[in-house]
Structure formats: C-alpha cells, structure tokens
C-alpha cells in the first residue's frame, strides 16, 4: 500500500471565543480521531484555516497535533506560502516537528505568471529542500490557478514529491493525473461530492473535510469502488451528498465547524473575516446529520450496503 494512501480528513482549527486558538480542544479532537479509521490527519489545510493564522499559531498547531498522533498514523503538514523561501521555511519548521510529509499549494498572487515551468521550478526547489516527501496541492477554488497535467507529470518523476492532492471535481484531469503519474505516485481526491467519480477514476484515497465527520462512510466508499461494487458506491455517495456539500463548496469551513460541535467536537468560530454560520444553516445541518443516523461517536452501520 503507496504510505499515503487512504481517507485522510484536513481537521478544522478550532479557535476561543477570544481568537486565541484552543490547544485543548484542538488535543481532544485529534484524540477522538485517532479511534476512527482514518489512515491519518492533514493539519494547516484550507480547512483549518491555514490562510488566517502566523507562522508562529501554525507551527505551535503542528506541535500539538504531532503529540496526539502515533508515529504509525501519518501526519501531514500544509506548508504553502507565496514565495518559495517561505515555502522551504515552513515545510522545514513542520519536518523539525515530526511530520510525515506536506502538503504544499500552488503559489496563485501572481496568477498571469503562474505557468507551468513556474510551478516544476517552485515545487522543484521545495522538494530538494524539504527533508520529507511533498505532496502537491491544486486548489483551484480557492487560488484561481490550476496545476495542469503536464506540470504534474513532470513533477512526479521527482523521488521526493511523491503525490497530490486534487481538490476540484474535473475528473478528466484527475484521470489525466492518474495516467500520466508513476505507480508509486499518489492521488488523493478532495471534492467530497464527486468522491466516487475520482476514486473510479483512479485516485487512491482522499483528504476530505467530510471525513472529519464520517470516516467510516468515506472509507466504505473507497472499499466499495476497489471491489468493484460500484452501485453500492453510488448509492452511499447519494446519500452523503447532502451533508458533504454543506461543509464543502457550500458553506465551507463555518459549515464544517457548525457540523463538528454538532458531533460534539471542540470547533469555536471561524477566524474573522469569516462568520460563523446562521441558524438556519446550522438547523439544515443537524437535518442532514440527523438523515444519516449520526450520532457524536459516528455513523450507524445502516448507512452502508449489505
């Protein structure tokens, strides 16, 4: 099995009521997830609000989090900045941690100039620096730049960059990455709602927000689509559409942290300028956990096909 195969979730950051993030609760959750059969964690993602937080929160985040993960449950580290200086400090800082690998999104402020001999020389320059594999991270919806297929193909080669993580839904491109990668080189899926497309087409695991709330479906999923039971994976995507959608490209991470203390995990709000989500969004939310039997240790086993 390629190491960082598998159902990984990118867990939230959860904050006080102060803006102070909660180490404490931050401790509890990664515990509570260490049960799951999650293959492993994603810390500093877009989901925990890697974007908002210093250099100094983010490697305190990876301290933390390092010490509530056994060394046998991969860890991975968001380490993207804009510039590649600041990209090799961070990706170092979080290696100096103990994380098993990170996962570094395409620089996009000067998206014109984003082509693809920039992102192999960026993405390059990181891998021979880091002192642990790279994952690369295409994350249109939120860069506005995409890493074609061309990039990757030339990338993968490299011996320390060692996959990707696609969070859009263009499964062509998934399947394009997946043709034109090595074996060894690892696709991971990012868009919950199409989930069952990009495993079919070839990724071998998923970083998934929606993940943080029903591993065990996630994970059901994957072993639907590698058996080849791909009606059961249809039937089970159609059932989680609803919810992944809601803490997904709907309402994004305020959706997810009103879906995580729903369950009964330590989220808080959303660091300004985001706002946490309104009352009849959290209302449609416990609507659509409540649909799928959940309950705050996890999915009933109904969910899945027999």
Not at 26 to 35: E, F, I, P
Not at 219 to 236: I, K, P, T
Not at 247 to 273: C, D, F, I, N, S
Not at 279 to 290: C, E, G, W, Y
């Amino acid at each position: 099995m390629k190491r960082f195969a598998g159902i990984f979730t990118p867990i939230a950051t959860p904050f006080r009521a102060d803006d102070s993030v909660d180490e404490a609760g931050l401790r509890s959750n990664v515990a509570r997830w260490m049960t799951t059969s999650l293959r492993g964690l994603v810390v500093l993602g877009s989901s925990g609000e890697a974007a908002q937080l210093d250099d100094s929160e983010a490697d305190r985040i990876v301290e933390v989090v390092r010490a509530e993960v056994p060394s046998d449950r991969p860890l991975i580290a968001g380490t993207g900045r804009e510039s590649t200086k600041a990209t090799i400090a961070a990706t170092r800082r979080a290696a100096l941690a103990g994380v098993d690998a990170v996962l570094v999104r395409t620089p996009s402020f000067f998206k014109p100039q984003m082509t693809t001999d920039v992102f192999v020389g960026h993405y390059t320059d990181v891998a021979e620096a880091s002192p642990v594999p790279v994952l690369l991270y295409n994350v249109s919806v939120y860069t506005g730049v995409n890493l074609l297929p061309e990039a990757v193909e030339r990338l993968a080669v490299h011996p320390n960059i060692v996959g990707i993580k696609e969070s859009g839904g263009d499964i062509a491109q998934i399947a394009e990455y997946v043709a034109r990668t090595p074996d060894d080189f690892t696709v991971l899926a990012g868009s919950a709602t199409t989930l069952v497309h990009a495993l079919a087409a070839g990724c071998d695991g998923a970083i998934l927000a929606l993940a943080a709330l029903v591993p065990d479906a996630c994970n059901q999923m994957l072993a639907f689509v590698s058996e080849g039971r791909l009606e059961d994976a249809r039937r089970l995507q159609r059932r989680l559409l609803p919810l992944a959608r809601s803490v997904g490209g709907t309402h994004g991470v305020p959706g997810l942290k009103a879906a995580l203390e729903l369950m009964a995990y330590v989220a808080g709000p959303p660091r300004p300028p985001l706002r946490p989500a309104i009352t009849p969004v959290i209302d449609s939310i416990r609507d659509q956990l409540d649909a799928l039997d959940v309950h705050p240790r996890g999915l009933k086993p109904a969910l899945y096909a027999d």
